[in-house]
Structure formats: C-alpha cells, structure tokens
C-alpha cells in the first residue's frame, strides 16, 4: 500500500527527495510519517505531517535541513534533504495512520498502521 522511491548514494552536502505513493482512496484522511533506520541502530522517527499538510513536526537532527510535504491529489507524500550529512545515512521508511492525532504523537512508531518497504540512503564524506 505504501511505495518508497528516491533513495541512493550522496556526498556530503547533497540533497535528495524522497517520495512516497499510498494506493486507495483515503489517502487524504491519512497522517503520513518518515522514520529511517541507520546500520546496527533503531528505527527513529524523521518526520510526519497531518491530514492537510498544515501540521508539520520533525525530529531536532533533521530540522532546518529536511522538509516533508503531501500533495493528496497524488496520493504523495514527500522528504526533500537538503545539507545531508554521513550520519543521515538510513534505510528510510514512510508510514501512515488512519485518522489524526495529536502533533507530538505523530512522533511514535505505535501510532501508525502501515508501513512501506523502505529506501536506502547513503551520504558518503
């Protein structure tokens, strides 16, 4: 149901885009969250968006640097990366709810219902 695309290798500095494509009908009633997963660590959270794309909340390591955003009528939702660092390096992971919630539980991995297959990043110095 959740489609991951964009990922691959960048050097310090660089920038990519994440992009996310939900299947269905509903994805406007959707809260959408980015999570990644570095080599031999946990999953964390990135950042996630409400419903209309009016909420927006992310993680202290990414902000300023990092920008989600939606478009519902692609069923998309986005990550651009800018000033990306080595410790950026992940597999990246899109998520979504059913329905929305408060902005700082958008932040915990046990609020949401679906979960992508992931897409890795790789930021080399």
């Known amino acids: 149901q959740l489609q991951a695309s964009g990922g691959g290798s960048v050097q310090t500095g660089g920038s990519l885009r994440l992009s996310c494509e939900a299947s269905g009908r509903s994805f406007n009633s959707y809260t959408m969250g980015w999570f990644r997963q570095a080599p031999g660590k946990g999953r964390e959270f990135v950042t996630a968006?409400?419903?209309?794309?009016?909420?927006?909340i992310y993680a202290d390591s990414v902000k300023g640097r990092f920008t989600i955003s939606r478009d519902n009528a692609k069923n998309t939702v986005m990550l651009q990366m800018s000033s990306l660092q080595p410790e950026d390096t992940a597999v990246y992971y899109c998520?979504?709810?059913?329905?929305?919630?408060?902005?700082?539980?958008?932040?915990?991995?046990?609020?949401?219902?679906?979960w992508g297959q992931g897409t890795l990043v790789t930021v080399s110095s």
């Open positions: 968006v409400s419903r209309s794309g009016l909420r927006t």
């Open positions: 998520a979504f709810r059913y329905g929305e919630v408060v902005v700082s539980a958008m932040r915990r991995e046990s609020e949401y219902h679906v």
